[in-house]
């Protein structure tokens, strides 16, 4: 059988198409390959799945209705569904609201209504976010915490995407789980995140910018952790409730929260390089501080996040200057 893998040529997908290849898998991946980064870091990445002979890119937009309902047709012998297509990055959101929308709502509900009629559906796991927590205080962040309150419009399409999968699982039978995601970084990166973002700029000599002082931490979470979560969990759907198809929610983290200026202090230390520093207020859709309990991730199945940021930085470094240099 089959995987499907939406976002293919993307951070995540990629690393997760990959690692499905490597046990053997035949994966089936969607990206629309957009211009919002990069397009050559899209296709280099695309490079390495195309090497494994059960890999089949399909080039489409998910929420392009004709065309997923017809790739879905052709391909029954998908049984398993990663949905990790989506329009990321919070503060471009603040630019561009209606591709949030297009892609992250309009396509969810494309995808979902193709796959809900796959004859041999186990199991379909989509991309949440830490960014549902928006203004929670409570710290670390649970599954069972209210979500009422996002800030900004990526975070509100994230908690809708899982509000439509309860209601998916409920009508039509769906064994559908949500993973919120926190913070990832890693070889092949996405440019708009902090890890590249910063060191693309200390390597320049450029100021790079820090917000709310400094004072901001994350839960850092090295790729190979997140990727080992999604398969992980792919691999173990739900089981029926009282009968009925349980839709859950887990938290994928690394369980550890850390200083903002302790990361880029690593980031320096391997770049050999100090960065000037531009302090900045907070920007409108930020939050402080995350921080993910993932006692339920870990227990249900058996998630085990072992990469530190000082194990983590110094291999995006590394796979940094492979890629672009020192430029």
Request: glycine share 8%.
């Amino acid at each position: 059988m089959t995987v499907l893998v939406t976002g293919a040529a993307g951070f995540i997908g990629f690393h997760t198409s990959r690692l499905l290849l490597e046990r053997g898998e035949k994966v089936v991946g969607i990206d629309n390959l957009n211009d919002y980064y990069d397009v050559s870091l899209k296709q280099a990445r695309l490079d390495v799945l195309n090497s494994y002979d059960d890999f089949i890119l399909e080039q489409a937009d998910i929420a392009d209705q004709d065309a997923v309902e017809s790739l879905l047709l052709r391909r029954s012998d998908v049984d398993r569904v990663v949905h990790l297509a989506a329009q990321a990055g919070v503060r471009h959101s603040l630019v561009n609201p209606y591709i949030y929308i297009h892609s992250n709502l309009n396509g969810f509900v494309v995808l979902l209504e193709a796959c809900r009629r796959l004859p041999n559906l186990r199991h379909f796991v989509y991309a949440s976010s830490s960014s549902v927590y928006g203004s929670n205080t409570k710290l670390p962040f649970s599954v069972d915490d209210r979500v009422d309150h996002p800030v900004s419009l990526y975070a509100a399409t994230k908690k809708s995407m899982e509000m439509i999968s309860e209601s998916y699982a409920s009508m039509f039978h769906m064994p559908l789980t949500g993973l919120r995601f926190f913070t990832v970084y890693g070889p092949w990166g996405r440019p708009d995140m902090a890890a590249f973002i910063f060191t693309r700029k200390i390597l320049a000599g450029e100021p790079i910018e820090v917000f709310n002082n400094g004072d901001m931490r994350r839960d850092f979470t090295y790729i190979d952790d997140i990727v080992n979560g999604v398969v992980g969990c792919l691999d173990g759907p739900a089981q029926p409730v009282d009968g009925k198809i349980a839709h859950r929610v887990y938290n994928i983290g690394n369980n550890r929260s850390e200083k903002l200026m302790d990361y880029i202090g690593l980031l320096e230390d391997n770049l050999g390089r100090k960065a000037e520093i531009n302090f900045l207020p907070m920007q409108p859709g930020d939050v402080k501080e995350t921080y993910a309990d993932i006692d339920a991730t870990c227990r249900d199945f058996g998630f085990d996040p072992k990469t530190t940021i000082a194990e983590g930085i110094p291999l995006f470094i590394d796979w940094y200057r492979d890629f672009y240099g020192n430029e």
